[in-house]
């Protein structure tokens, strides 16, 4: 009977993804509770701060460049056919603060800061470090996971911001400096079409979503993970890929839930 | 209450323990092991290579939970407490992982200052004189700049024990202390054991398949097969035993009573079945 078996399986993985869901939030629950810690001595905190946010500013920062020079020529290429090119400054504007700076800084940050936050905790479990502390009487989850994910949900917010400026940077030395967009309609339609909460708060919220979601996934991966070197160089993997994921369809619900109609 | 002379009463009582890693019906790792640890004294467990002798450190460490009977450390049963109890135990308590589990990054000196930053408000001086002091103890004051993938294996090991002794315990528990290390490592090793339970007035556990060595600087020794105790008894004892197991295990004999070959069919049927 393969349809049996099919069904079979089908029902296996559906419970195993459950399960594990369930025991992901469990964990997140006691780092929650056990994060007195990571803000009692801040300077723990603040470290993993530079670990996963300063440590990534040159690709954040030279992405955002990028892509906000890419969207200055494609913008300008649309806008010009209509007539109306000194719009540029509010299309990269929008589309950097709504959308790609959070959605792209958050893709970034997973495979820059997230895969190595799972590295280093899963080899802290696979050479005993973990036990080691646990058997000094220091919670591991309080002293290691919990300040790199406050560290991660500190960052992430900062970078997407820091992915936007420097994208609307971008966009302004194609279009104006390069292209000839006149530069005071640039930066009036720009002021005059943002809405702070519309448009920028709303950015803010999803830059933080994915720092909690990037963060969360990545502390639970290592932690988690098989001690083995197979094991952890799983776990990594699986960081990046579940983050990815998780950011683009997270981005979706939200843009449904503060965009819709307006 | 045993609380009244604590002195009289062993550290470490394990009784009719057993563990298995699937708590419904698996194989069991560990099989009603009885065994006491007295105070002062070094006692080794010796065994071949997964036979439940790690196992046995982490149930008295309170890192896993008995499937039946009960380890008793200074007249607590481990799995009966809460979580601050059984970290304030742990702080009475010292292990040496099997290769040392120094953190990386941070230098020899941060990895033995660590318990004491955790666990007391002593200044910057204080602990830094108390680190030195714990360094020289083991030979490596000159390490104290180090970082940890700077140092020899029979280094790191040293380093360890100077942060398992940081907090002065009353317990300490040595995973395979001897595994890969050169000869003169392997004695130093074998001295610091033996010297700091002594210095420290600690009690020890030595968990190791390395005969010679351990012989050498124990008080008492257990044999674990199986998930049983197959023998027990004074170095000197267990050197002349008669049983058969043991005798393997001490002579170091290929074959013996642990098969050299893993259970497998019939090597001759096996070898005619693949032409069939």
């Not at chain 1, 589309?95 to 895969?115: D, K, Y």
């Given at each position: 009977?393969?349809?049996?078996?099919?069904?079979?399986?089908?029902?296996?993985?559906?419970?195993?993804?459950i399960?594990?869901?369930?025991?992901?939030?469990?964990?997140?629950m006691?780092?929650?509770?056990?994060?007195?810690?990571?803000?009692?001595?801040?300077?723990?905190?603040?470290?993993?701060?530079?670990?996963?946010?300063?440590?990534?500013?040159?690709?954040?920062?030279?992405?955002?460049?990028?892509?906000?020079?890419?969207?200055g020529?494609?913008?300008?290429?649309?806008?010009?056919?209509?007539?109306?090119?000194?719009?540029?400054?509010?299309?990269?504007?929008l589309?950097?603060?709504?959308?790609?700076?959070?959605?792209?800084?958050?893709?970034?940050?997973?495979?820059?800061?997230g895969?190595?936050?799972?590295?280093?905790?899963?080899?802290?479990?696979?050479?005993?470090?973990?036990?080691?502390?646990e058997?000094?009487?220091v919670?591991?989850?309080?002293?290691?996971?919990?300040?790199?994910?406050?560290?991660?949900?500190?960052?992430?917010?900062?970078?997407?911001?820091?992915?936007?400026?420097?994208?609307?940077?971008?966009?302004?030395?194609?279009?104006?400096?390069?292209?000839?967009?006149?530069?005071?309609?640039?930066?009036?339609?720009?002021?005059?079409?943002?809405?702070?909460?519309?448009?920028?708060?709303?950015?803010?919220?999803?830059?933080?979503?994915?720092?909690?979601?990037?963060s969360?996934?990545?502390?639970?991966?290592?932690?988690?993970?098989?001690?083995?070197?197979?094991?952890?160089?799983?776990?990594?993997?699986?960081?990046?890929?579940?983050?990815?994921?998780?950011?683009?369809?997270a981005?979706?619900?939200?843009?449904?839930?503060?965009?819709?109609?307006? | 209450?045993?609380?009244?002379?604590?002195?009289?009463?062993?550290?470490?009582?394990?009784s009719?323990?057993?563990?298995?890693y699937?708590?419904?019906?698996?194989?069991?790792?560990?099989?009603?092991?009885?065994?006491?640890?007295?105070?002062?004294?070094?006692?080794?467990?010796?065994?071949?290579?997964?036979?439940?002798k790690?196992?046995?450190?982490?149930?008295?460490?309170?890192?896993?939970?008995?499937?039946?009977?009960?380890?008793?450390?200074?007249?607590?049963?481990?799995?009966?407490?809460?979580?601050?109890?059984?970290?304030?135990?742990?702080?009475?308590?010292?292990?040496?992982?099997?290769?040392?589990?120094?953190?990386?990054?941070?230098?020899?000196?941060?990895?033995?200052a660590?318990?004491?930053?955790?666990?007391?408000k002593?200044?910057?001086?204080?602990i830094?004189?108390?680190?030195?002091?714990?360094?020289?103890?083991?030979?490596?004051?000159?390490?104290?700049?180090?970082?940890?993938?700077?140092?020899?294996?029979?280094?790191?090991?040293?380093?360890?024990?100077?942060?398992t002794?940081?907090?002065?315990p009353k317990?300490?528990?040595?995973?395979?202390?001897?595994?890969?290390?050169?000869?003169?490592?392997?004695?130093?090793?074998?001295?610091?054991?033996?010297?700091?339970?002594?210095?420290?007035?600690?009690?020890?556990?030595?968990?190791?398949?390395?005969?010679?060595?351990?012989?050498k600087?124990?008080?008492?020794?257990?044999?674990?097969?199986?998930?049983?105790?197959?023998?027990?008894?004074?170095?000197?004892?267990?050197?002349?035993?008669?049983?058969?197991?043991?005798?393997?295990?001490?002579?170091?004999?290929?074959?013996?009573?642990?098969?050299?070959?893993?259970?497998?069919?019939?090597?001759?049927?096996?070898?005619?079945?693949?032409?069939?």
């Amino acid at each position: 009977m393969p349809n049996a078996d099919l069904i079979r399986t089908i029902g296996r993985q559906v419970n195993n993804g459950i399960w594990r869901l369930g025991y992901a939030a469990r964990f997140a629950m006691i780092m929650l509770l056990q994060s007195g810690i990571a803000f009692r001595r801040f300077h723990l905190t603040i470290k993993e701060v530079y670990f996963t946010g300063v440590l990534s500013l040159i690709i954040i920062l030279v992405s955002g460049l990028f892509v906000g020079m890419v969207l200055g020529l494609q913008g300008y290429n649309t806008l010009q056919r209509y007539g109306s090119s000194e719009s540029l400054g509010v299309l990269v504007a929008l589309a950097l603060v709504r959308e790609l700076g959070p959605v792209i800084s958050g893709l970034l940050f997973a495979s820059r800061a997230g895969s190595a936050v799972t590295a280093e905790i899963g080899l802290m479990k696979a050479t005993e470090q973990l036990s080691a502390m646990e058997m000094m009487a220091v919670d591991p989850i309080g002293r290691v996971v919990a300040p790199r994910f406050w560290g991660g949900v500190i960052a992430m917010p900062l970078l997407a911001a820091l992915f936007s400026a420097a994208g609307i940077f971008g966009g302004y030395l194609v279009g104006v400096q390069l292209i000839g967009v006149d530069e005071g309609s640039f930066w009036s339609q720009m002021q005059s079409s943002v809405d702070f909460h519309e448009d920028i708060v709303n950015g803010v919220i999803k830059s933080v979503v994915f720092g909690i979601l990037v963060s969360i996934i990545a502390v639970f991966e290592g932690y988690d993970s098989v001690p083995t070197a197979e094991g952890v160089s799983n776990a990594t993997t699986r960081t990046v890929v579940t983050s990815s994921l998780v950011i683009l369809f997270a981005d979706f619900i939200l843009t449904a839930l503060m965009f819709r109609g307006t | 209450m045993p609380a009244n002379q604590p002195s009289a009463e062993p550290l470490v009582q394990i009784s009719d323990l057993s563990y298995a890693y699937n708590s419904n019906g698996g194989r069991r790792i560990l099989d009603g092991i009885n065994m006491t640890i007295p105070r002062g004294k070094v006692v080794a467990i010796m065994g071949g290579s997964g036979c439940g002798k790690t196992t046995t450190l982490r149930l008295i460490g309170g890192q896993l939970r008995p499937l039946h009977g009960e380890v008793r450390v200074d007249g607590q049963v481990v799995h009966q407490l809460n979580r601050n109890q059984l970290y304030l135990l742990r702080r009475e308590m010292g292990m040496l992982f099997q290769f040392g589990a120094l953190f990386t990054d941070i230098s020899v000196f941060d990895n033995v200052a660590f318990p004491m930053r955790e666990h007391t408000k002593l200044p910057d001086e204080m602990i830094r004189d108390l680190v030195l002091m714990k360094l020289h103890a083991v030979g490596l004051r000159g390490a104290a700049h180090l970082m940890p993938n700077e140092l020899s294996g029979g280094m790191a090991r040293r380093v360890a024990l100077a942060r398992t002794i940081a907090l002065d315990p009353k317990l300490i528990m040595y995973d395979e202390p001897f595994t890969g290390l050169d000869p003169i490592s392997l004695s130093v090793v074998g001295q610091l054991i033996r010297k700091l339970n002594d210095a420290l007035g600690a009690s020890s556990i030595v968990v190791t398949h390395d005969v010679a060595s351990s012989l050498k600087i124990v008080d008492y020794v257990y044999f674990v097969s199986e998930g049983r105790i197959a023998a027990e008894g004074t170095p000197e004892e267990i050197q002349n035993s008669a049983i058969p197991f043991v005798k393997q295990f001490v002579q170091a004999e290929p074959d013996g009573p642990v098969p050299f070959h893993y259970p497998a069919m019939n090597y001759r049927e096996e070898l005619l079945a693949s032409h069939a």
